[in-house]
Protein backbone atom coordinates (compact mmCIF):
# COMPACT_ATOMS: atom_id res chain seq x y z
CA UNK A 1 0.00 0.00 0.00
CA UNK A 2 2.50 2.46 0.68
CA UNK A 3 4.38 1.65 -2.45
CA UNK A 4 1.66 1.88 -4.43
CA UNK A 5 0.93 5.52 -2.81
CA UNK A 6 4.27 6.22 -3.70
CA UNK A 7 3.91 5.35 -7.42
CA UNK A 8 0.64 7.69 -7.03
CA UNK A 9 1.96 10.41 -5.65
CA UNK A 10 5.34 10.46 -5.31
CA UNK A 11 5.50 13.75 -2.99
CA UNK A 12 3.45 12.39 -0.64
CA UNK A 13 3.76 13.79 2.66
CA UNK A 14 4.51 11.92 5.65
CA UNK A 15 2.98 11.89 8.87
CA UNK A 16 5.22 13.56 11.19
CA UNK A 17 4.82 12.61 15.01
CA UNK A 18 5.63 16.05 16.47
CA UNK A 19 5.57 17.99 19.85
CA UNK A 20 6.08 21.18 19.61
CA UNK A 21 6.00 24.12 17.48
CA UNK A 22 8.39 24.82 14.65
CA UNK A 23 10.12 27.60 16.72
CA UNK A 24 11.43 25.26 19.16
CA UNK A 25 13.77 23.34 16.47
CA UNK A 26 17.04 22.94 16.86
CA UNK A 27 19.87 23.82 14.42
CA UNK A 28 21.29 21.15 11.95
CA UNK A 29 24.76 21.11 13.55
CA UNK A 30 23.37 21.23 17.04
CA UNK A 31 21.17 17.34 15.79
CA UNK A 32 25.13 15.84 14.61
CA UNK A 33 26.28 16.42 18.16
CA UNK A 34 23.65 14.94 19.67
CA UNK A 35 23.98 11.94 17.42
CA UNK A 36 22.29 10.19 14.87
CA UNK A 37 19.41 7.82 14.75
CA UNK A 38 16.75 10.29 14.83
CA UNK A 39 14.89 11.75 11.93
CA UNK A 40 14.08 14.97 14.18
CA UNK A 41 15.23 16.12 17.24
CA UNK A 42 14.52 19.73 18.92
CA UNK A 43 14.08 21.39 22.19
CA UNK A 44 10.42 21.42 23.78
CA UNK A 45 9.63 24.21 26.46
CA UNK A 46 7.02 22.99 28.61
CA UNK A 47 5.16 23.92 32.37
CA UNK A 48 7.37 25.95 34.56
CA UNK A 49 9.71 26.18 32.13
CA UNK A 50 11.45 22.84 31.93
CA UNK A 51 12.91 21.65 28.78
CA UNK A 52 13.29 18.42 26.99
CA UNK A 53 15.05 17.09 23.79
CA UNK A 54 12.10 15.65 21.78
CA UNK A 55 13.44 13.15 18.95
CA UNK A 56 10.42 12.07 16.40
CA UNK A 57 10.19 9.94 12.93
CA UNK A 58 8.33 10.24 9.70
CA UNK A 59 5.38 7.58 9.07
CA UNK A 60 3.75 7.32 5.52
CA UNK A 61 0.09 7.97 6.13
CA UNK A 62 -2.07 5.31 5.03
CA UNK A 63 -6.04 4.16 5.36
CA UNK A 64 -4.42 1.23 8.21
CA UNK A 65 -2.40 4.22 10.06
CA UNK A 66 -5.05 6.60 9.94
CA UNK A 67 -7.41 4.12 11.53
CA UNK A 68 -5.11 1.67 14.06
CA UNK A 69 -2.22 3.91 14.92
CA UNK A 70 -1.59 6.05 17.89
CA UNK A 71 1.47 7.34 19.20
CA UNK A 72 3.31 6.89 22.78
CA UNK A 73 5.83 9.49 24.34
CA UNK A 74 8.75 7.77 26.05
CA UNK A 75 10.72 9.87 28.65
CA UNK A 76 14.06 8.96 30.33
CA UNK A 77 14.54 11.03 33.26
CA UNK A 78 18.46 11.71 34.74
CA UNK A 79 19.35 13.51 37.60
CA UNK A 80 21.10 16.86 36.37
CA UNK A 81 20.40 16.51 32.70
CA UNK A 82 17.57 17.62 30.44
CA UNK A 83 14.75 14.94 29.89
CA UNK A 84 14.91 12.95 26.46
CA UNK A 85 11.90 11.97 25.42
CA UNK A 86 11.04 9.97 22.09
CA UNK A 87 7.85 9.67 20.38
CA UNK A 88 6.61 6.29 18.45
CA UNK A 89 3.78 5.04 16.23
CA UNK A 90 2.06 2.22 17.94
CA UNK A 91 -0.58 -0.29 16.14
CA UNK A 92 -1.10 -2.36 19.71
CA UNK A 93 -0.47 -1.60 23.23
CA UNK A 94 1.22 -4.87 24.78
CA UNK A 95 0.02 -4.81 28.29
CA UNK A 96 1.99 -7.07 30.88
CA UNK A 97 -0.45 -8.47 33.31
CA UNK A 98 2.16 -10.73 35.46
CA UNK A 99 1.61 -8.66 38.60
CA UNK A 100 -0.46 -9.72 41.07
CA UNK A 101 -1.79 -6.33 41.58
CA UNK A 102 -2.85 -6.59 37.82
CA UNK A 103 -6.94 -7.64 37.63
CA UNK A 104 -8.24 -5.44 35.49
CA UNK A 105 -7.18 -3.97 31.80
CA UNK A 106 -7.41 -0.75 33.57
CA UNK A 107 -4.85 -1.82 36.22
CA UNK A 108 -2.73 -3.06 33.28
CA UNK A 109 -3.15 -0.11 31.54
CA UNK A 110 -2.05 1.97 35.03
CA UNK A 111 0.86 -0.21 35.10
CA UNK A 112 2.52 0.52 31.68
CA UNK A 113 2.77 4.18 32.68
CA UNK A 114 4.14 4.05 35.51
CA UNK A 115 7.37 5.54 35.94
CA UNK A 116 10.20 2.64 36.07
CA UNK A 117 13.77 2.55 37.01
CA UNK A 118 16.21 1.18 34.04
CA UNK A 119 19.10 -0.68 35.74
CA UNK A 120 22.71 -0.84 34.54
CA UNK A 121 22.49 2.67 32.36
CA UNK A 122 25.88 3.50 31.73
CA UNK A 123 27.18 7.28 29.96
CA UNK A 124 29.41 7.75 27.22
CA UNK A 125 32.02 8.48 29.97
CA UNK A 126 31.79 4.91 30.95
CA UNK A 127 29.83 6.32 34.32
CA UNK A 128 26.95 4.79 35.76
CA UNK A 129 24.58 6.81 36.85
CA UNK A 130 20.75 6.21 37.96
CA UNK A 131 18.02 6.96 35.21
CA UNK A 132 13.98 6.15 35.00
CA UNK A 133 11.42 5.98 32.32
CA UNK A 134 8.55 6.08 31.55
CA UNK A 135 5.53 5.77 29.08
CA UNK A 136 2.82 7.77 28.23
CA UNK A 137 -0.04 8.13 25.65
CA UNK A 138 0.37 11.15 23.53
CA UNK A 139 -2.31 10.27 20.35
CA UNK A 140 -4.70 7.83 20.84
CA UNK A 141 -5.93 6.06 18.10
CA UNK A 142 -9.19 5.58 16.61
CA UNK A 143 -9.86 1.72 16.67
CA UNK A 144 -7.29 0.41 19.90
CA UNK A 145 -6.26 -3.03 20.26
CA UNK A 146 -4.53 -4.65 23.75
CA UNK A 147 -2.82 -7.13 24.00
CA UNK A 148 -2.41 -9.25 27.46
CA UNK A 149 0.68 -10.58 27.27
CA UNK A 150 -0.38 -14.25 28.71
CA UNK A 151 2.91 -16.25 26.90
CA UNK A 152 5.78 -15.81 29.59
CA UNK A 153 9.02 -17.04 29.58
CA UNK A 154 11.07 -18.50 32.30
CA UNK A 155 14.80 -17.84 33.38
CA UNK A 156 15.47 -21.32 32.05
CA UNK A 157 13.79 -20.78 28.52
CA UNK A 158 10.69 -22.10 28.83
CA UNK A 159 7.53 -20.32 27.59
CA UNK A 160 4.76 -20.72 29.77
CA UNK A 161 1.01 -19.67 29.67
CA UNK A 162 -0.30 -17.04 32.68
CA UNK A 163 -3.55 -18.25 33.29
CA UNK A 164 -5.83 -15.68 35.01
CA UNK A 165 -9.02 -13.74 34.96
CA UNK A 166 -8.29 -10.02 33.65
CA UNK A 167 -11.90 -8.22 33.60
CA UNK A 168 -12.51 -5.79 30.84
CA UNK A 169 -15.75 -3.50 30.07
CA UNK A 170 -17.56 -3.30 27.63
CA UNK A 171 -16.88 0.33 27.76
CA UNK A 172 -13.72 1.30 28.24
CA UNK A 173 -12.81 4.77 29.18
CA UNK A 174 -9.07 6.07 29.24
CA UNK A 175 -8.35 8.24 31.92
CA UNK A 176 -6.51 11.67 31.52
CA UNK A 177 -3.83 10.07 33.78
CA UNK A 178 -2.67 7.75 31.16
CA UNK A 179 -2.47 10.96 29.07
CA UNK A 180 0.89 12.93 28.11
CA UNK A 181 1.08 16.06 29.91
CA UNK A 182 0.44 18.36 26.65
CA UNK A 183 -2.64 16.26 25.49
CA UNK A 184 -4.35 15.75 29.05
CA UNK A 185 -6.62 18.95 28.67
CA UNK A 186 -7.28 18.55 24.71
CA UNK A 187 -8.75 15.03 25.13
CA UNK A 188 -12.55 15.06 26.31
CA UNK A 189 -14.03 11.97 27.67
CA UNK A 190 -16.23 11.22 24.64
CA UNK A 191 -12.82 11.19 22.69
CA UNK A 192 -11.17 8.55 25.42
CA UNK A 193 -13.83 6.28 25.62
CA UNK A 194 -13.98 3.03 23.41
CA UNK A 195 -16.17 0.80 22.83
CA UNK A 196 -15.68 -3.21 22.59
CA UNK A 197 -15.90 -4.74 19.38
CA UNK A 198 -14.15 -7.87 19.67
CA UNK A 199 -11.75 -10.14 21.55
CA UNK A 200 -9.68 -12.92 20.98
CA UNK A 201 -9.17 -16.11 23.19
CA UNK A 202 -6.87 -19.03 23.77
CA UNK A 203 -8.23 -22.11 24.38
CA UNK A 204 -6.10 -24.50 26.62
CA UNK A 205 -3.33 -24.25 29.34
CA UNK A 206 0.02 -24.54 27.38
CA UNK A 207 1.68 -22.30 25.83
CA UNK A 208 2.10 -24.80 22.94
CA UNK A 209 -0.80 -25.32 21.76
CA UNK A 210 -4.15 -24.77 22.32
CA UNK A 211 -7.03 -23.30 20.08
CA UNK A 212 -8.03 -19.91 19.12
CA UNK A 213 -12.00 -18.42 18.74
CA UNK A 214 -13.33 -14.65 18.77
CA UNK A 215 -16.43 -12.83 19.60
CA UNK A 216 -17.12 -10.32 17.44
CA UNK A 217 -19.63 -7.48 17.85
CA UNK A 218 -21.58 -7.15 14.31
CA UNK A 219 -22.83 -4.19 13.68
CA UNK A 220 -25.55 -4.91 10.70
CA UNK A 221 -27.31 -7.18 13.54
CA UNK A 222 -26.64 -4.92 16.44
CA UNK A 223 -25.35 -8.28 18.57
CA UNK A 224 -22.49 -10.47 19.30
CA UNK A 225 -21.16 -13.24 17.29
CA UNK A 226 -18.88 -16.10 18.26
CA UNK A 227 -16.73 -17.78 15.29
CA UNK A 228 -14.81 -21.32 16.11
CA UNK A 229 -13.40 -22.27 13.08
CA UNK A 230 -16.34 -22.83 10.93
CA UNK A 231 -18.91 -22.32 13.72
CA UNK A 232 -20.62 -19.09 13.93
CA UNK A 233 -23.20 -18.86 16.28
CA UNK A 234 -24.93 -15.47 17.66
CA UNK A 235 -24.54 -15.19 21.76
CA UNK A 236 -25.23 -12.20 24.49
CA UNK A 237 -23.56 -9.52 25.73
CA UNK A 238 -22.72 -11.11 29.52
CA UNK A 239 -21.20 -14.19 27.58
CA UNK A 240 -18.41 -11.94 25.90
CA UNK A 241 -17.50 -10.59 28.91
CA UNK A 242 -18.30 -13.57 31.49
CA UNK A 243 -15.04 -14.93 33.02
CA UNK A 244 -14.73 -18.78 31.72
CA UNK A 245 -12.34 -21.62 32.43
CA UNK A 246 -11.69 -23.03 29.56
CA UNK A 247 -10.50 -19.76 27.66
CA UNK A 248 -8.59 -16.81 28.17
CA UNK A 249 -8.66 -13.32 26.18
Known amino acids: MVNLKKLLSPNNEKLTISNGPKKHSVHEEEQEERGKG????????????????????????????SIFSGHIRSV?????????????????????IQSDKIHTVQDALESLVARESVQGYTTKTKQQVEIS???TLEKLPRLLMLHLKR?????TGRCQKLIKNIEYPVDLEISKELLS???KNKNFKCHRTYHLLAVVY?????????HYTTDIFQIGLNGWLCIDDQTVKLINQYQVVRPMAERTA
Open 38 to 65: SEGEWEHVGPRNKTSITGQADFVQTPIT
Open 76 to 96: VYQQSSEESATLQLFFMLQLD
Open 133 to 135: RRV
Open 151 to 155: FVYEK
Open 181 to 183: PGV
Open 202 to 210: HHGNSAKGG
